[in-house]
């Protein structure tokens, strides 16, 4: 046997890599391999089945019982007798202690111990929380409509109150939590007697329901908390969350400005959110972000922030969310700002804005991934080209795109492109749009771009494909993803997708279906699509420095 295999931590990374059943294999291999393969094997449970199997065949009786599911019956298994503790001994002794994850799969035609026969276990146990899985760490509260749609109602209904046979004192991850008023009284209260038991040692909490959330927000010891997901909050309970001492990851699906019947303390702290590291949010507005900025403490640690926003925003809304960030986030400690409009405007309207001025983030030196997606058009000049080099050195990826056509020209081509990737040595992203009209196959670069192996192009005007191809296989030659996005059906949106899909196809990436519905053969155009058409990725416009010996 290789000398390696006796190293136990070796032995758990290959139990890592492999399924279930390959993990019983090398468990009964050799007896050095047993433990190992045993731990491996019970880490995660998703069924009741390997306990039962772990139990006297003499204590069930089984009864296939019809599933609500039509066409599909369950397994559902009693008591011929009273459970003893000599009957779980093993189980509890042996194998209880390795289990680590639960996540119970109701589906139909399942194995399910019958509700009477959990009220049993629970008795033998001395109804002692966690007694089926001791050292458990983290839980997933199960889905009542999965439990109803495997098994019905009723067992869904009384099923709740034995979530505690799992979910000991010694669980810090608690997942899935959901609960709303419309819950039944049973489900509302084991939940709620499972949070006020685990809250003091919960380390990971995912929250969803109203419900849930105003009632944790009442509990007192939350002293241990790292990460939140929050379905569903109040502004009035942002100052709550700000004090919560180890908080590092908060992740917000939806904001309501009124308050609640039952609200926390809304005095705002001198200091907050001073070990919050990672900010997620996908909520109605933009503007719902500045309520968790402004309590960040001046010398906070927040290094990433990453904001979806349903609800259309305009210029004025943008540049109030850049003066947030700027006032109130650590210029050091901020890495990464992703902000994305979900339900964008798809056309421009009659009257344009101004163009959205960045420069106010230059001042975050350590920005490794800056990706803004949105309506709004995004002042992109050459001078811009030179600039982003001197304020984000390190980044690696770099998204400035927006989402509807824009009749504003570009400013930018192939040669700034060339310039800021040879610039910017970690980049591997880069979403752009430029003026791809000018390429003649025949640019150079001084050295070859190694990282850089996806270009996002939103609507860059391109008129040769083959001329591109030749340009792209020269320069990036560890390009991997090339892509564009559309909100425009106008005839030149459509051209422009039927050129770049016949790049794609030439590279030899994969093809969206837009792609291949608009394919078209590479060759040279016999007319130029002008700067002033209505595209989708609209940005300026600037003829090319010179010829291509010229540059660098």
Not at 60 to 89: F, H
Not at 145 to 171: I, N, T
Not at 218 to 231: A, I, P
Not at 261 to 277: A, E, H, I, Q, Y
Request: aromatic share 10%.
């Amino acid at each position: 046997m290789n000398p390696c295999l006796h190293i136990l931590e070796v032995l758990r990374l290959i139990l890592d890599e492999l399924d279930l059943q390959s993990s019983f294999y090398l468990a009964a291999t050799c007896r050095s391999f047993l433990e190992p393969g045993l731990d491996s094997i019970w880490e995660n449970m998703t069924s009741l089945v390997p306990i039962v199997d772990c139990l006297p065949e003499d204590l069930w009786k089984m009864k296939r019982v019809p599933s609500p599911t039509p066409g599909t019956s369950n397994i559902i298994l009693y008591l011929r007798r009273e459970p003893i503790e000599k009957d779980l001994q093993r189980y509890l002794t042996y194998y209880a202690p390795r289990i680590r994850s639960f996540d119970l799969d109701f589906s139909p035609g399942m194995t399910m111990i019958s509700i009477e026969a959990l009220n049993a276990l629970q008795l033998a146990t001395d109804c002692k929380p966690g007694a089926l899985s001791p050292l458990l760490r983290e839980f997933a509260w199960f889905q009542q409509e999965d439990a109803e749609h495997a098994l019905g109602k009723v067992f869904s209904g009384r099923f709740p109150p034995y979530v505690s046979l799992f979910a000991g004192d010694s669980v810090s991850k608690l997942h899935r939590v959901c609960l709303e008023d419309s819950d039944s009284p049973l489900h509302l209260a084991s939940i709620r007697a499972t949070l006020r038991r685990l809250s003091p040692r919960l380390q990971s909490l995912a929250l969803h329901g109203d419900a849930t959330i105003e009632y944790s927000l009442q509990l007192t010891s939350w002293d241990l908390l790292e990460h939140l997901d929050v379905g569903s909050l109040y502004i009035s309970m942002i100052p709550y969350l700000s004090l919560l001492p180890r908080l590092a990851s908060l992740d917000i699906t939806t904001v309501y400005p009124e308050a609640s019947d039952t609200t926390p303390p809304t005095t705002k702290p001198t200091k907050g959110f001073f070990r919050l590291k990672k900010l997620i949010g996908s909520t109605g507005h933009l503007s719902d972000l500045d309520h968790f900025l402004r309590y960040l403490h001046p010398l906070n640690v927040l290094h990433s922030i990453k904001w979806h926003a349903w609800k259309p925003f305009r210029r004025h809304d943008f540049e109030a969310f850049l003066a947030s960030v700027v006032r109130c986030c650590n210029t050091v400690a901020l890495t990464s700002l992703e902000v994305q409009q979900m339900h964008p405007i798809e056309e421009e309207p009659m009257d344009m804005e101004g163009r959205v001025d960045i420069s106010p983030l230059h001042m975050f030196k350590n920005f490794q991934r800056l990706s803004l997606l949105f309506s709004q058009t995004i002042l992109v000049t050459p001078d811009t080209v030179t600039q982003i080099p001197l304020a984000w050195p390190n980044i690696r990826s770099l998204i400035l795109s927006q989402y509807h056509s824009s009749s504003y020209t570009r400013l930018i081509n192939h040669y700034h492109i060339l310039e800021l990737v040879s610039k910017l040595p970690h980049l591997q992203e880069l979403g752009l749009s430029f003026d791809a009209t000018q390429v003649t196959g025949q640019e150079r670069a001084k050295v070859s771009f190694r990282t850089l192996n996806t270009l996002l192009l939103g609507d860059s005007p391109i008129v040769s494909p083959s001329r591109v191809t030749s340009f792209l296989k020269a320069n990036f030659q560890a390009l991997e993803t090339l892509d564009i996005d559309y909100a425009s059906r106008s005839k030149e949106s459509k051209m422009t997708r039927k050129r770049w899909g016949a790049v794609k196809e030439a590279l030899g990436l994969p093809l969206t279906e837009g792609d291949r519905s608009s394919s078209c053969p590479i060759g040279e155009p016999t007319l130029a699509v002008t700067c002033s058409s209505p595209e989708y990725h609209r940005f300026y416009y600037h003829h090319s420095p010179g010829p291509s010996s010229v540059w660098l």
